[in-house]
C-alpha cells in the first residue's frame, strides 16, 4: 500500500520496524533511518525481510527532506526524540508527504509538554492536502483512542477521566528507566498537573499519591503526573468535568530519583566541567542502563489504562478500560520489553491505517478527533488486546 520512512532506531523504532516488517501487504517498502546508521543496520540484518537503512540527522530539516526525497516515502513515522519533531513535520510539508510521531514537540532547553508547537501546522498541512497525526503511541495514543471509544459507544457525556498508567516490570538493576532517561526524568521531576471545573490545577511533582488495585497486576502506589494527551482530551470530550494522569512508582524508584534530583544530576541547565560544558541530565543518561538492554532482564507486566465515569441514557456509570503487557512476552517477540512494545505497535497501526485510507485525511489530528472502531479492532490484532470492566459507582 506504500513505503514508509521510519526516523529513530531506539527502543520504540526497534518495534516499529519489526512490527511493520511483518505486514508486507500494507508497508510495501521501509527505510529505517537514525544518527546512528549501524543500530539501523543491526536492527536490519534480524529481520525476515530487506529494508532500506540510512543515516540521518533529524535535527536538520534539509537533511530530513533530502532523505525523504531520496527515498519517496508516503508516510515518516517519528520515533526519534521530542526534540526532534518540528524538523521533521516541516520536512514533511515541504516535500508532501504524510507525518506520524508518538511524543509532542519539546524544545531541548524547557520542558514543555504542550501541542502549542506542533497544532499551527494544521493549515499548513490542510492546505498541502497532507496529514499529521499526533502522539500515537500508548500513552499519548492508545488512551486517547480508549477515551474515543468510549465516547461512541458507553458514553452521552464523560465527566471524570483518570489515566492509569501501571509498570509492574522489573529489570533487576537498583535503579533504571524504561524508555529514554533524559525524557523520562524530565517528566516526573517536573510539577504535576491536572484539569478540573474549566481550569489547570498545579501540584509539586509527585505531591499527589493514591493506591489503585489494577486487574492482572494487583495494588500499587500511583502518583498524579501531567501528562500530553491531556491537552488534547480537554478540547475534544464532550461535558468532561476532570482528567488526571497517574503513573506507578516503586519506593525504591523514588528514593533513587530523590538522591539524583537532591544532588543536581536530573538538572538540564549546563555546567562546566574540566573546560567543557556538559548537562548533568545528559551525563547521567550516559552512565544509567541503556533502556534497550533491559528487554532480556525485565520481568512482570504492565496494565495501562482508562477509568472513565459520566451518563449514559440518564444513568451514571464507570467503566475501566486498559491493556496489559507482559514484558517477558513482548521481548520473546520483538526483542523489547512491554514499554517499547507498547508505543511501538500503536505507532505501525495509526501508520497502517493512514497509508490504508482508513484515517486519511489532510491537517494535523490527535488520536481521538478520528474514528476509534479500526484502530481498537487492529489492538487487537497487532498485540495489545484490550479489556473491558464495570466498575461501581461511589
Ligand atoms: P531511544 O532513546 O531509545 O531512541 C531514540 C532514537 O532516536 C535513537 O535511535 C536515537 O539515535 C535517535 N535520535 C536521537 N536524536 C536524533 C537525531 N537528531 N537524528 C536522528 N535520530 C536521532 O528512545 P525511545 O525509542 O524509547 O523513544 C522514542 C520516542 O518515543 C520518544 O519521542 C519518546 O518520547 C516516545 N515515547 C512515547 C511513548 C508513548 O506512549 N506515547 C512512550 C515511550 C516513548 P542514537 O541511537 O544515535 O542516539
Known amino acids: 500500500m506504500g513505503k514508509v520512512l521510519i526516523i529513530g532506531a531506539g527502543g520504540v523504532g526497534n518495534v516499529v520496524v519489526r512490527k511493520c516488517a511483518r505486514t508486507p501487504e500494507t508497508f510495501t517498502d521501509i527505510c529505517l ?52 519533531d518540528l524538523a521533521i513535520m516541516d520536512a514533511c510539508l515541504e516535500t508532501g508527504v504524510d507525518y506520524l510521531d508518538t511524543a509532542s514537540y519539546e524544545p531541548p532547553d524547557v ?17 498541502a492536502g497532507i496529514m499529521g497525526l499526533l502522539g500515537s503511541g500508548f500513552d499519548p495514543g492508545v488512551t486517547n483512542v480508549f477515551c474515543a471509544y468510549a465516547q461512541k459507544h458507553f458514553f452521552d ?9 501501571a509498570n509492574a516490570g522489573d529489570h533487576g538493576y537498583p535503579f533504571a528507566t524504561n524508555f529514554n532517561p533524559e525524557i523520562n526524568i524530565r517528566e516526573i521531576s517536573a510539577k504535576g498537573r491536572y484539569w478540573e471545573n474549566g481550569q489547570w490545577v498545579e501540584t509539586e511533582p509527585l505531591a499527589l499519591k ?45 528514593t533513587h530519583l530523590n538522591v539524583l534530583q537532591n544532588v543536581g544530576m536530573t538538572s538540564i541547565e549546563p555546567v562546566e566541567f574540566e573546560g567543557r560544558k556538559i548537562v548533568p541530565l545528559q551525563f547521567l543518561k550516559a552512565i544509567l542502563p541503556d533502556p534497550g538492554t533491559l528487554g532480556p532482564r525485565t520481568k512482570g507486566k504492565t496494565n495501562i489504562g482508562c477509568v472513565i465515569e459520566g451518563i449514559k441514557d440518564g444513568r451514571r456509570k464507570k467503566i475501566h478500560i486498559y491493556n496489559v503487557c ?11 520489553q512491554a514499554v517499547s512494545y507498547t508505543t511501538g505497535v500503536p505507532a505501525m497501526i495509526g501508520a497502517m491505517l493512514m497509508l490504508e485510507g482508513i484515517w486519511k485525511k489532510p491537517g494535523v489530528f490527535n488520536m481521538e478527533q478520528l474514528d476509534p472502531d479500526p484502530f ?17 459507582l461511589e
Open 33 to 84: 533511518a537514525s544518527r546512528t546508521r549501524e543500530k539501523c543496520d543491526r536492527i536490519a540484518a534480524d529481520l525476515d525481510r530487506p529494508i532500506e537503512t540510512a543515516q540521518v540527522d533529524a535535527d536538520s530539516k534539509a537533511e530530513v527532506a533530502e532523505l525523504i526525497r531520496r527515498f519517496g516515502p508516503d508516510l515518516v513515522i517519528n520515533v526519534a526524540l521530542p526534540y526532534q
Open 111 to 127: 520542558p514543555a509538554f504542550t501541542y502549542d508547537w506542533q497544532w499551527p501546522y494544521d493549515e499548513p498541512y490542510r492546505k
Open 376 to 392: 481498537m479492532e487492529r489492538l487487537n490484532q497487532h498485540g495489545l488486546p484490550w479489556k473491558t470492566r464495570e466498575l461501581p
Open 210 to 254: 493514591e493506591t489503585y488495585d489494577f486487574p492482572e497486576i494487583g495494588p500499587k502506589d500511583i502518583y498524579l503526573l501531567y501528562h500530553e494527551e491531556m491537552e488534547s482530551l480537554v478540547k475534544h470530550l464532550k461535558g468532561l468535568k476532570r482528567i488526571r494522569f497517574w503513573m506507578t512508582f516503586s519506593e525504591k524508584y523514588l
Open 326 to 336: 507482559d514484558h517477558q512476552e513482548c521481548y520473546g517477540e520483538v526483542k523489547s
Open 157 to 165: 457525556e464523560i465527566h471524570y477521566v483518570d489515566i492509569l498508567d
